[in-house]
């Protein structure tokens, strides 16, 4: 594997970044993980809060078996063993958004093991080769409530709604040796969630946050000693805090300090960090074993309904588009995003050649969602209609001119493109005779360039090519009026 | 395994009880007791005995993923020292 060349130039010398990466992913369920409050996003404060949730004395926990196997199935997508007997631990801890006084959570038996993903070569972002970055466990836990510090001047406010739904934790191995590389994880790891199902992804509501952990070295060393950035929550965000976060690191080796193991908080106004000068004693958890819960034990049938429910995934659907003659670069746009893929994939079922969609949809598609504001979920033409459209340029009915044409009236008027090109006489002639009689016109009107061709101008070629096809309003056939253009010049 | 008064301060402080020098003072040969005690567990030869998770062979409930609760703020802020517009008001805590 070729290690990553980023570096940070330092007054002795290269330094190079070590990252790893724990990813907070919001387990999509209806139901919290141990309660069955509500977990929807935006409700009035406090009103999805069950008793167990707000830890009243005497309420148990029962987990949510959807919470389960949603974490089982993204432990599958990323090929990682499953334990088929893990266990909840108690991390005990004080604060005002967490009313039991300690979070559920795994710790010594997670549910799921080793695994890995890879991400792509992006020789932009100074990625050379694809990488594989290890992933060392999935562990489900509760989330904590919300704290609001800026609606009175000495209170903060809690809201318990967010209290006790599921989260995933995903813990990435330290292989990541950029910032780029981080956020090739993310995205792959976002893409792999959202295929899933098991997490929408959505990071600006906070259901996918990332606590970065940064060390820098001098190539070849030993690991330095790392910090951990919280609770950051975009792609964009983790890679700013990672290239400050190793800056800092080497200003203070270089100037003769040394790093404290330490957590930082992120300022996505200033793309800095800092300390949050925790008291020292702030990380004994004294994990115990939860009482309350049993081991989590899974059977065979459980595990097989699980891989059984997965999709197609974004690695697989990308190699079976390169299959299908797509290029590279197309399949990767293709299945970069989950909806996305959805589309183009009914865009193929419903008959469109590979090669001719997948460019239509990168190009024709992708640049009117984009001019419309539109997310392809909302497209104004659906992929049955785009199929159709595509047919027809495919047969010879309308010309590549037209048919953009035609996709206009139908992103604005929602008509068949069969019924478009009917109604507005927009089918290709390939008729011989009439493209002839308009070319000899065309000749007659541009006699000087008719010489300037024969004495070798033979760029003016395309120059005769427009003017036949502008004369009979882009519908005729192109590859007939080539044909007879050169016959005509002969 | 035993502790000292220092270990015991610690551990009252982590678990926000606040033990007076006497209590802890106290403290600190009863919990030694209670951990020699334990510690007598050890004695016993489990060589080829399964760990146990509990006395009756059962295992963890699973439940459906329905919405079944919630709704109940009322209940919930009713034993709050203080609430404001549908939140639990506390002190700021802001790091």
Redesign the interface.
């Known amino acids: 594997m070729t290690e990553s060349t980023y570096r940070i130039a330092g007054a002795t010398g290269d330094w190079e970044v070590v990252i790893g990466l724990e990813v907070h992913a919001q387990v999509t369920s209806q139901a919290k993980l141990f309660s069955g409050a509500a977990t929807a996003f935006g409700a009035e404060p406090n009103t999805q809060v069950s008793l167990v949730d707000a830890a009243m004395p005497g309420m148990l926990p029962v987990p949510n078996r959807e919470c389960i196997r949603q974490a089982v199935r993204t432990g599958m997508a990323i090929n990682a063993r499953i334990n088929k007997w893990s266990r909840f631990d108690r991390k005990n801890y004080f604060y005002a958004d967490l009313p039991q006084g300690y979070q559920i959570s795994q710790l010594y038996h997670p549910l799921v093991g080793e695994g890995s993903l890879a991400i792509e070569a992006d020789e932009k972002a100074g990625i050379a080769e694809e990488k594989v970055i290890g992933i060392e466990r999935i562990h489900v836990e509760q989330d904590a409530g919300k704290l609001m510090h800026d609606q009175h001047p000495t209170r903060s406010y809690v809201d318990l709604n967010r209290s006790g739904v599921a989260l995933m934790e995903i813990v990435s191995r330290p292989d990541m040796r950029s910032p780029a590389e981080a956020g090739a994880y993310l995205r792959k790891l976002r893409a792999i969630l959202r295929y899933v199902g098991s997490c929408d992804g959505n990071m600006e509501e906070g259901s996918m946050r990332a606590d970065v952990n940064v060390s820098v070295r001098k190539p070849g060393d030993e690991f330095g000693t790392r910090t951990e950035t919280k609770n950051v929550n975009s792609v964009r965000f983790v890679m700013q805090a990672i290239e400050y976060e190793a800056q800092r690191q080497v200003d203070v080796l270089e100037g003769g300090g040394r790093i404290v193991q330490e957590t930082r908080l992120f300022n996505p106004d200033t793309g800095t960090t800092r300390s949050m000068r925790s008291k020292e004693d702030a990380h004994d958890y004294r994990y115990f074993p939860d009482p309350d819960l049993l081991p989590l034990e899974l059977d065979d049938t459980f595990l097989d309904a699980c891989r059984a429910s997965l999709p197609e995934l974004p690695d697989a659907k990308r190699a079976r588009y390169e299959g299908l003659g797509i290029t590279e670069y197309n399949a990767a746009v293709l299945t970069a995003e989950v909806e996305t893929a959805r589309w183009f994939d009914a865009l193929l079922e419903a008959g469109a050649k590979p090669q001719q969609a997948s460019n239509w949809v990168s190009s024709e598609l992708f640049g009117a969602l984009n001019r419309l504001g539109k997310s392809i979920e909302d497209s104004p033409v659906a992929p049955a209609q785009a199929a159709e459209l595509l047919a027809l340029v495919a047969d010879g009915t309308i010309s590549g001119t037209i048919s953009k044409q035609v996709f206009e009236i139908m992103l604005e008027t929602g008509d068949a493109p069969g019924k478009i090109v009917e109604e507005k006489g927009l089918k290709q002639t390939s008729d011989t005779g009439t493209i002839e009689a308009v070319i000899a016109k065309v000749l007659a009107d541009n006699g000087d360039k008719v010489e300037q061709y024969k004495g070798g101008k033979e760029a003016l070629f395309g120059f005769f090519v427009g003017q036949t096809m502008k004369a009979m309003q882009g519908k005729a056939n192109p590859q007939i009026v080539n044909e007879l253009l050169k016959k005509a010049l002969g | 395994m035993s502790v000292d008064l220092t270990t015991v301060k610690?551990v009252a402080?982590?678990a926000?009880l606040a033990v007076t020098e006497a209590e802890a003072e106290a403290l600190v040969p009863e919990l030694n007791g209670i951990l020699d005690w334990v510690e007598q567990l050890g004695e016993v030869d489990v060589t080829g005995v399964e760990p146990m998770?509990?006395v009756i062979p059962?295992?963890?409930?699973?439940?459906?993923?329905?919405?079944?609760?919630?709704?109940?703020?009322d209940?919930?802020?009713a034993n709050a020292p203080?609430a404001?517009?549908?939140?639990?008001?506390?002190?700021?805590?802001?790091?």
């Open positions: 610690r402080s982590l926000r998770t509990a059962n295992t963890l409930r699973l439940r459906d993923d329905v919405v079944t609760d919630g709704d109940v703020r209940k919930v802020l203080q404001e517009h549908g939140f639990f008001a506390v002190p700021k805590v802001i790091e």
